[in-house]
Every structure is written in C-alpha cells, then in structure tokens.
Nanobody
Framework: EVRLEESGGGLVQAGGSLRLSCAAS????????IAWFRQAPEKEREGVSGISHSDGSTYYADSVKGRFTVSSDNAKMTVYLQMNSLKPEDTAVYYC??????????????????????????WGKGTLVTVSE
C-alpha cells in the first residue's frame, strides 16, 4: 500500500521558517517524483515544488522561488520542504504527492512550463501551515 504522510506544519510568524516532511512508503519505482502542493481557502490548488528521485532535479513555483528548498533523503524515502521567509500568503494546507512513473519528465515539464502537473498518483492528507502577520 502506497502511503504519503506529511508532518511539520504549524503556526509561525511572518519571516519565520518551517520544514515540512513527506514520508513515503509502499513502492519501489526508481523514476518517481514527489511534489508539494498547497491550497488556501477559496483558492485553487498550487504546485509549489517537486523533486525527481532519479536525478534530483527540482522545480519551484515563482511564488516560492528563493525562499523554499526541496530535498530528499532517498534512504528514508522522505522528502523535505524547507520554507524560509514565510509570508501570510503562504498560509495553506500543504500536500505531498507522488508521481510513480516518469518522475524526471514530470519535473522537466514543470520547469519548462512553470506549472506542476496535478494528476499525481497518490496524495497525502496534508498539513496546515499558518503564517501570522
């Protein structure tokens, strides 16, 4: 059974930092990607970052570029999202999602288009990040 479990959300003041974790289990594909999405109330879901397991390539949405960093610990099958210089507009539920085949292509497509493909194979339940003024 494929499982994705997010952790690390919470309340932080503007300018602060949080690190989200996404623990993955239940699959052994090599060419997969893990992406981070977020959804604020009454807003569309946004793909903010992603990383390819096979080559480590990464993607960042313009809204987080320079502030967020995605990384992975392949031995632990855990992907992290380090979020610095947080702003109130970063407040959202953050989800990690897995794309199990063609992960490298997924990241390259996001890099080329500036948009993360939403049709992922598996999703976590999300973790809430709240950034106060």
């Amino acid at each position: 059974e494929v499982r994705l479990e997010e952790s690390g959300g919470g309340l932080v003041q503007a300018g602060g930092s949080l690190r989200l974790s996404c623990a993955a289990s239940g699959f052994t594909f090599d060419d997969y990607a893990i992406a981070w999405f977020r959804q604020a109330p009454e807003k569309e879901r946004e793909g903010v970052s992603g990383i390819s397991h096979s080559d480590g390539s990464t993607y960042y949405a313009d809204s987080v570029k320079g502030r967020f960093t995605v990384s992975s610990d392949n031995a632990k099958m855990t992907v992290y999202l380090q979020m610095n210089s947080l702003k109130p507009e970063d407040t959202a539920v953050y989800y990690c999602a897995a794309h199990l085949r063609g992960g490298r292509s997924l990241i390259r497509a996001a890099q080329a288009t500036g948009v993360m493909y939403h049709d992922m194979d598996y999703w976590g339940k999300g973790t809430l990040v709240t950034v106060s003024e």
